[in-house]
């Protein structure tokens, strides 16, 4: 496979894509934003049913390329043997319900981590791969919190899990949990 990424881009893609939808007060289809998880294992279950063409509980290497040519999108026949590979976790080349399942919560957690790397990078100084004191003082800055550097020092210090006075991204995903 080309790119690890591409296929799971693409599962969360078609998930939204056959996410149940509703109108909202002003007539406008709208996403329906499950937060809770049985919602989301119903959403699930409906990408998964419509992605399981021939309904034998399980996905196919060519049930997944028909899946992504819905979307526009074209993957070749090694690309959805490799996908399928990915989370296949009993070996018979295929993807049942709960493996589909971790491949999309693979995705999600890949997701959330970048989306946490880039708010990182908002508070790191250019040429730095760390908040220091004076980089989360200038961010709070912006934000419209005046502090001072010792008041981030001390900010810092409670997260600053090697005591080596900066956030590394580790503890900055540890702080934003």
């Given at each position: 496979?080309?790119?690890?990424?591409?296929?799971?881009?693409?599962?969360?893609?078609?998930?939204?894509?056959?996410?149940?939808?509703?109108?909202?007060?002003?007539?406008?289809?709208?996403?329906?934003?499950?937060?809770?998880?049985?919602?989301?294992?119903?959403?699930?279950?409906?990408?998964?049913?419509?992605?399981?063409?021939?309904?034998?509980?399980?996905?196919?290497?060519?049930?997944?390329?028909?899946?992504?040519?819905?979307?526009?999108?074209?993957?070749?026949?090694?690309?959805?043997?490799?996908?399928?590979?990915?989370?296949?976790?009993?070996?018979?080349?295929?993807?049942?319900?709960?493996?589909?399942?971790?491949?999309?919560?693979?995705?999600?957690?890949?997701?959330?981590?970048?989306?946490?790397?880039?708010?990182?990078?908002?508070?790191?100084?250019?040429?730095?791969?760390?908040?220091?004191?004076?980089?989360?003082?200038?961010?709070?800055?912006?934000?419209?919190?005046?502090r001072t550097t010792d008041d981030c020092r001390v900010m810092i210090s409670a997260f600053d899990l090697n005591a080596d006075g900066v956030l590394s991204f580790d503890e900055f995903?540890?702080?934003?949990?």
């Open positions: 496979m080309k790119n690890n990424t591409q296929p799971q881009s693409s599962f969360k893609k078609l998930c939204r894509k056959l996410s149940p939808k509703r109108e909202d007060s002003a007539g406008e289809i709208q996403q329906h934003n499950s937060s809770n998880g049985e919602d989301k294992n119903r959403e699930l279950e409906a990408v998964f049913s419509y992605m399981d063409a021939n309904r034998d509980g399980r996905i196919s290497p060519e049930e997944l390329q028909k899946s992504f040519m819905t979307l526009g999108e074209q993957l070749s026949d090694e690309e959805a043997v490799a996908a399928v590979r990915l989370s296949d976790t009993d070996g018979d080349g295929m993807l049942d319900f709960e493996e589909f399942s971790q491949l999309i919560k693979v995705d999600d957690e890949e997701e959330k981590k970048m989306e946490l790397k880039g708010a990182f990078r908002l508070y790191i100084a250019e040429g730095e791969d760390c908040i220091t004191p004076r980089s989360l003082k200038m961010m709070l800055k912006k934000l419209g919190e005046s995903a540890l702080m934003m949990r």
